[in-house]
Nanobody, 125 residues
């Protein structure tokens, strides 16, 4: 079973940037897709971004143009670069790994086989 560990969260001012990292215990080549989800206060968990093993990506409309997902196979790590942060980006961010093929246009939370513990990102002045 793949184990995931997020890092890089914390407090950031509106308009600022932050990079989240997700380290996988297994070689990233065994993973078909990595995703970042988030859950804000009083909200349901929602998709933020996904990257497949072929480096195809998908973003939530709310973060397009501001967030970038990437991966480093040599380091078994996936990143989420967050720019122009807004207070509404405040949430617990989770990374997730899929070990089976996914349909990028119809991805579901149930497609992911392993989840990290989550890390808090707070955007506030």
């Amino acid at each position: 079973q793949v184990q995931l560990a997020e890092s890089g969260g914390g407090l950031v001012q509106p308009g600022g940037s932050r990079r989240l990292s997700c380290a996988a215990s297994s070689p990233i080549l065994s993973i078909t897709a990595m995703g970042w989800y988030r859950q804000g206060p009083g909200k349901q968990r929602e998709l933020v971004a996904i990257i497949t093993s072929s480096d195809s990506t998908k973003y939530a409309n709310s973060v397009k143009g501001r967030f970038t997902i990437s991966r480093d196979s040599a380091k078994n790590t996936t990143y989420l670069q967050m720019n122009s942060l807004k207070p509404e980006d405040t949430a617990v961010y989770y990374c997730a790994a899929a070990l089976r093929p996914i349909l990028l246009f119809d991805v579901k939370q149930g497609d992911f086989d392993a989840w990290g513990q989550g890390i808090q990102v707070t955007v506030s002045s």
